[in-house]
Structures are given as structure tokens and as C-alpha cells.
Antibody, heavy 122, light 106 residues
Framework: QITLKESGPTLVKPTQTLTLTCTFS??????????VGWIRQPPGKALEWLAL???????RYSPSLKSRLTITKDTSKKEVVLTMTNMDPVDTGTYYC??????????????WGQGTLVTVSS | SYELTQPPSVSVFPGQTASITCSGD??????AFWYQQKPGQSPVLVIY???KRPSGIPERFSGSNSGNTATLTISGTQAMDEADYYC?????????FGGGTKLTVL
């Protein structure tokens, strides 16, 4: 059974850097085709993809946020970390990590964490 | 940047067929994925690679893709299907989500 759980601060101040950790079980990030992605959702709004990292350490970032994002993995600890710099109140929302599959040049998310609400406010 | 357009809302009577569309440039030549999100819950994958259903997803959920439009169809819609639905695709290795459609079961 695949499970993922996000952890990190619930409140950050504007201009600070957000660091979120996704701790997972039930799969290995060294298995071919496997990845972990981050997706966020502002209150009452749509899903927005942020980043993903694949088993082969290939990274992909949202073009609009690429300059602010870094995604890393620790395969042995079963963790994926996302950092987002220069946080702003518009970055407030629920941040999800999700297990992804990569096949035929496609990525999709078949298991999601419960999400963590991050509020950006001074 | 690539955009996927969904109707904000769709309404259906119980037992009827609900169709939720997702439009994007040349979407028919890409793969579409669909997620269901109920209030206060995390999204759930209901359709992948146009028309495949993950294990545990009822047969009443189906997907199709042609031209510039992907369609999620729910046959014999039930009250439990009331949720937000999001389409997703890939464009130049970037994941793109649609704006979401709220399905109301009347």
C-alpha cells in the first residue's frame, strides 16, 4: 500500500523560504518509472503542478515557478523535499505530494498525500 | 504556456450520464488524465492515458479523447460522484491541470 505524508511549517512570512518534506512508504524511488510530484491548491481554487522528480533523478519544474523551486530526493530515507523561495501571500494553499508514474513520456499521479496547508502572512 | 479549459460546472440528475469536457490545443495527440476531488479530500485518479481506469474505480467512469477535446463520462451518475473533476496532460514535459469542473448531482 502506497502512502505519502507532507510535513513542514503551517505559517511562513513573506520573503521567507518554504521547505516541505514528503515522507513515503510502499514504493521505492529507485524503481524505474517511479517519481514523486508536488501539487498545490489555493483555497477554493484549482490544482497547480509545481515540480516532480523521477527515479533517475530527472527533475521537472513548473515553467512559471521554476526560478523559485528546488526538488530533491533521499531514496534511502524515502523522502522528497521541495523548497520554494521568496514566499508571498498568493502562495497560500494546500500543498500535496503524490506518487507518479512515468511511461511513454507521460507523468501522472496515482496516489496522493493528505496535503498540508501553508499560510503566508506576516 | 499550454492551457486546458474546463466548464466551471456541470449538473446531472441521478442515474443520468454526465459529460465533463477538457479542451486544449491538439489535446487529441496528447494523453489526458482525470482526477476526482471531493470536499476536504485529496484528489483521486479516475482515468489515465485517455480511457484506462485504475483499480477500484467503478466502470461507470470512462474517458475519451479526440481532436482538441478530452471527455470524462460518468454513466448512471450517483450522488457519491458529486465532486470537482480535473483534467491533466503533459506539454513539453510540464504537467498541466485544467481549471476544474464542479459536478452537481441534482
Amino acid at each position: 500500500q502506497i502512502t505519502l505524508k507532507e510535513s513542514g511549517p503551517t505559517l511562513v512570512k513573506p520573503t521567507q523560504t518554504l521547505t516541505l518534506t514528503c515522507t513515503f512508504s510502499g514504493f521505492s524511488l529507485s524503481t524505474g518509472g517511479v517519481g514523486v510530484g508536488w501539487i498545490r491548491q489555493p483555497p477554493g481554487k484549482a490544482l497547480e503542478w509545481l515540480a516532480l522528480i523521477r527515479w533517475n533523478d530527472d527533475h521537472r519544474y513548473s515553467p512559471s515557478l521554476k526560478s523559485r523551486l528546488t526538488i530533491t530526493k533521499d531514496t534511502s530515507k524515502k523522502e522528497v523535499v521541495l523548497t520554494m523561495t521568496n514566499m508571498d501571500p498568493v502562495d497560500t494553499g494546500t500543498y500535496y505530494c503524490a506518487h507518479s508514474w512515468y511511461s511513454s513520456s507521460l507523468d501522472w499521479f496515482d496516489s496522493w498525500g493528505q496535503g498540508t496547508l501553508v499560510t503566508v502572512s506576516s | 504556456s499550454y492551457e486546458l479549459t474546463q466548464p466551471p460546472s456541470v449538473s446531472v440528475f441521478p442515474g443520468q450520464t454526465a459529460s465533463i469536457t477538457c479542451s486544449g490545443d491538439n489535446l487529441g495527440n496528447k494523453y489526458a488524465f482525470w482526477y476526482q476531488q471531493k470536499p476536504g479530500q485529496s484528489p483521486v485518479l479516475v482515468i489515465y492515458q485517455h480511457s484506462k481506469r485504475p483499480s477500484g474505480i467503478p466502470e461507470r467512469f470512462s474517458g475519451s479523447n479526440s481532436g482538441n477535446t478530452a471527455t470524462l463520462t460518468i454513466s448512471g451518475t450517483q450522488a457519491m460522484d458529486e465532486a470537482d473533476y480535473y483534467c491533466q496532460t503533459l506539454d513539453n514535459s510540464a504537467v498541466v491541470f485544467g481549471g476544474g469542473t464542479k459536478l452537481t448531482v441534482l
